[in-house]
């Protein structure tokens, strides 16, 4: 996957595994560009986006394994979204990776309810595998939505009859503007 040159721009999430997904720069469904150039710089952006990340970022063979695990997560995730069954293979890999996590993660019996962590060895794939477990057994997953105009996901939380677009500054200004173009278009005499 390329990566483009994006530090200022933050994906939008509603959840910190949500961020992590939304890891992409692209104004399609096509995902093949990055918002990071390097592990570090994945890790910088979860940790903005309020994810409890290892001190190290992964290598290049971890980050092209998380890479691949984020791909398996979208995949299962945008399926959810559109009332799909997801894809067989992939909702393997992530059962794999949650079980593995689930295994080597630490818990803590709090007064909120039960914490997990991920073990002493627990990589980035493991912080982000609790991160899917703790989404997908939230009450926000049944509002999980994905944008029409692109490939990121979001938690709807709005009222009526939904959201459509990731943010109304990035994807739902371009859908009015080309809506009212098509309008236009359509008005004018041939």
């Not at 390097?38 to 309020?50: C, D, I, K, P, T």
């Not at 899917?132 to 009222?159: A, P, Q, V, Y």
């Not at 009859?161 to 359509?186: L, P």
């Amino acid at each position: 996957m390329v990566a483009k040159d994006h530090r200022q721009q933050k994906p939008p999430a509603d959840h910190p595994f949500l961020a992590f997904v939304n890891t992409v720069d692209d104004d399609g469904k096509s995902r093949n560009q990055n918002l990071f150039s390097s592990g570090a710089e994945l890790v910088a952006l979860l940790a903005e986006a309020g994810m409890d990340v290892p001190k190290s970022p992964p290598g290049e063979a971890q980050l092209r394994s998380v890479l691949a695990f984020r791909e398996a997560a979208y995949a299962v995730l945008s399926a959810r979204a559109a009332r799909r069954a997801p894809p067989r293979e992939e909702s393997l890999d992530l059962e794999t990776a949650l079980k593995s996590a689930l295994a080597d993660s630490s818990f803590d019996f709090a007064t909120t309810g039960l914490r997990l962590s991920t073990g002493p060895l627990g990589g980035l794939q493991d912080h982000l595998a609790l991160q899917l477990f703790d989404l997908t057994t939230s009450e926000d997953f049944t509002r999980l939505s994905e944008c029409r105009r692109c490939t990121r996901l979001f938690i709807d939380r709005g009222r009526g009859r939904g959201r459509r677009w990731c943010d109304m500054a990035r994807c739902g200004n371009r859908a009015k503007a080309e809506s009212f173009r098509a309008r236009k278009r359509a008005l004018k005499p041939a």
